[in-house]
């Protein structure tokens, strides 16, 4: 049990992943409060960092009357301690387990719960961990308040990258599907409606919306799946709540309420018909208005290159035999949304349980070989870290095999991957040519090893116009390799800054000639009906009412996708 000068530890209450929760008295005046503490004895700084910044945010929200006040961090020993308000409640998750809740009790929950997220989100802040655990109420008098604000953040939106599912910030049974980071968008507040449907969902059914034996599947249930809607599983719920429940855990934030109070005055609407044994649903979010300007981040006038591109990740994904692996392309000028597009494969790159990896050339650095390739297969092995032991042993078995004697040579280019490998004997010096066609063989074995029928390898390489010749040579060894059919590369260029003379275009013409499959997909401004569709999606108007608007955007932006958001 913890002991701490100055308080009365009473009991634990509850054991997180990072830390600990006791309930105390304050000895100085006998005040009630929760005491948590990293679990860690020596947390590392940025762990310490992250615990600052939950007690500065929770001191932002202190006049959030549904936000438990935060009394003082104090240093103990070489950690921190948070003393916080003790109201006297449990988690929902506890009273899950205690007693059921009636509808009454639920909509007088779900009202108060809506109208705390909704002054959370005045604040700015986005809590990105809703969740039964994170919700307390104190039936007596009650109160229910939202705790835990130790992911949160104080941005508008964020933009995640993929991550191995175990390391997810937020609890994965709630999470939104563009908060797992395999969603072609970024996360803003509406992420909280995902996580505080999927709550709503457990309160009334006693389930959570998905169920799955591992991360990655639940994942892809977020991404994908469709729950059962609650009045299938309970009968008695009504019709009308259910819809919102559903709303709340639909897949786009766009088809989720947009403010809280929308949300409230559903609830509230719900509760009064049923009072008056109105029990039809009714048409939802007549009062949801946000109260700011979003442009939907779906991607318009691109359903074509979407279908082509994925298309070509299923062919790679289940090959023929004897197959090689596939290139696309996408060209297009600069901000033309090369790059966007190609995030669109995330959604199947999930379910095929792949791996994405994205290198970048720079016009700065075309006398770094490999530079793109390096930065690509580093982001791979920061992945592969944060898989189990056992997955991790699976893995070292593999490319030791795969590499012999030679694990110094991609050591000396990706040294991380030592880390996975460990220290590695130091390999016979060669004359250029022999070095060079050693390294080819060595990162050709290794490519091997990852592209496997079981998680294929989709490799994104950007600003390809600024290609160095050693990455050409390269790109060229393990494209026509025969055992590297689960290898999807995707290659973007600026299609005006090469010509028939560019070496990646002899490049391409090489492989052309090798058989290997080459896409391509060219992407052109918008039209305006693309534009005019945008606009209207984005000001919540009809088509024609923003005819005049879109001509302008038209005359002003050339219909460049990236002009066209800057300019809105």
Not at 362 to 369: E, F, K, V
Request: with cysteine; net charge negative; aromatic share 8%.
């Amino acid at each position: 049990m913890l002991t701490l000068p100055n308080y009365q530890i009473l009991t634990p209450i509850y054991e997180s992943a990072n830390s600990l929760l006791y309930r105390g008295i304050r000895q100085k005046d006998n005040q009630p409060v929760i005491l948590k503490v990293l679990k860690q004895d020596y947390p590392s700084p940025e762990e310490l960092t992250r615990y600052r910044q939950e007690y500065d945010i929770t001191r932002r929200l202190a006049n959030v009357e549904g936000v438990t006040n935060t009394y003082s961090l104090e240093k103990h020993q070489n950690t921190l301690v948070m003393s916080l308000e003790d109201f006297g409640g449990d988690s929902l998750k506890y009273w899950l387990a205690e007693r059921p809740l009636t509808l009454d009790d639920f909509f007088t929950l779900a009202s108060s719960v809506a109208d705390i997220l909704g002054q959370i989100h005045q604040h700015n802040i986005i809590h990105k961990d809703i969740n039964p655990s994170n919700l307390v109420w104190n039936p007596t008098t009650g109160l229910i308040k939202v705790i835990d604000f130790g992911i949160s953040t104080q941005l508008s939106r964020q933009h995640l990258t993929i991550k191995n599912p175990n390391v997810l910030e937020g609890t994965l049974a709630y999470l939104s599907p563009e908060q797992t980071g395999r969603m072609n968008r970024a996360l803003d507040y509406r992420t909280d409606f995902y996580s505080l449907g999927a709550t709503f969902y457990e309160l009334l059914t006693r389930v959570v919306p998905f169920e799955a034996s591992d991360a990655m599947e639940l994942v892809h249930c977020h991404l994908a799946k469709q729950p059962p809607s609650p009045t299938q599983i309970n009968p008695d719920i009504p019709a009308a709540l259910s819809d919102i429940l559903m709303k709340l855990l639909a897949k786009t934030a766009e088809d989720r309420y947009q403010s809280a109070w929308g949300l409230k005055a559903d609830l509230q609407l719900c509760q009064e018909n049923l009072a008056r044994g109105q029990l039809e649903p009714f048409t939802l979010a007549q009062k949801d208005i946000s109260d700011r300007f979003h442009i939907p981040e779906k991607l318009y006038g691109r359903e074509p290159e979407i279908k082509a591109l994925l298309a070509a990740f299923e062919r790679v994904a289940n090959p023929p035999q004897q197959a090689k692996g596939e290139m696309m392309l996408v060209a297009g000028y600069s901000g033309i949304g090369k790059s966007v597009l190609v995030k669109e494969i995330y959604k199947s790159l999930t379910e095929k349980r792949g791996y994405f990896i994205a290198g970048k050339f720079d016009q700065l650095q075309r006398n770094i070989p490999y530079s793109a390739l390096v930065n690509a297969f580093s982001d791979l092995v920061q992945q592969l870290l944060t898989e189990s032991e056992a997955q991790l042993t699976q893995w070292k078995e593999k490319l030791l095999k795969a590499l012999g004697p030679n694990g110094q040579v991609i050591i000396d280019v990706i040294p991380e991957i030592e880390l996975i490998i460990g220290a590695q004997p130091a390999v016979p010096q060669l004359g250029a040519l022999e070095a060079q066609n050693r390294f080819n063989m060595v990162f050709q074995n290794v490519i091997r090893v990852f592209c496997q029928p079981e998680h294929p390898l989709v490799l994104f390489l950007d600003d390809l116009q600024w290609v160095d010749s050693a990455t050409l040579k390269l790109l060229n060894v393990f494209m026509t390799d025969s055992e590297t059919r689960n290898l999807f590369l995707i290659g973007a260029f600026r299609d005006n800054e090469v010509d028939a003379n560019h070496p990646f275009m002899m490049t391409l013409e090489s492989l052309r000639k090798e058989n290997v499959q080459i896409k391509q997909i060219t992407l052109k401004p918008l039209v305006f009906q693309d534009i005019n569709q945008l606009i209207a999606e984005s000001l919540h108007q009809n088509l024609k009412a923003v005819q005049s608007l879109t001509d302008l955007v038209m005359r002003k932006t050339g219909g460049n996708p990236f002009f066209v958001t800057q300019f809105l």
